[in-house]
């Protein structure tokens, strides 16, 4: 399925720079209360809207996703 894709590709840059999701949460979101959200986009359970992807994306500097 292309979100599990996506949310392994997410986990995978976000692992490779050492950013905790704890980290990402708070620099994304200004909180760490987003971690479980955060963490289920990852395993491909969310439905993710575009803006939403888009942030994340640049966010680690993702230029490509593969599907």
């Given at each position: 399925m292309?979100?599990i894709?996506?949310?392994?590709?997410?986990k995978e840059?976000?692992?490779?720079k050492g950013?905790?999701?704890n980290?990402m949460s708070?620099d994304?979101y200004?909180n760490?209360?987003?971690?479980?959200?955060?963490?289920?986009?990852?395993?491909?359970n969310?439905?993710?809207?575009?803006?939403?992807?888009?942030?994340?994306?640049?966010?680690l500097?993702?230029k490509t996703v593969?599907?």
């Amino acid at each position: 399925m292309d979100l599990i894709k996506i949310g392994l590709q997410i986990k995978e840059k976000r692992v490779s720079k050492g950013i905790s999701l704890n980290k990402m949460s708070k620099d994304l979101y200004n909180n760490r209360y987003r971690v479980n959200h955060l963490s289920e986009i990852e395993k491909g359970n969310v439905d993710l809207r575009f803006s939403q992807a888009i942030k994340i994306l640049n966010y680690l500097k993702i230029k490509t996703v593969k599907l």
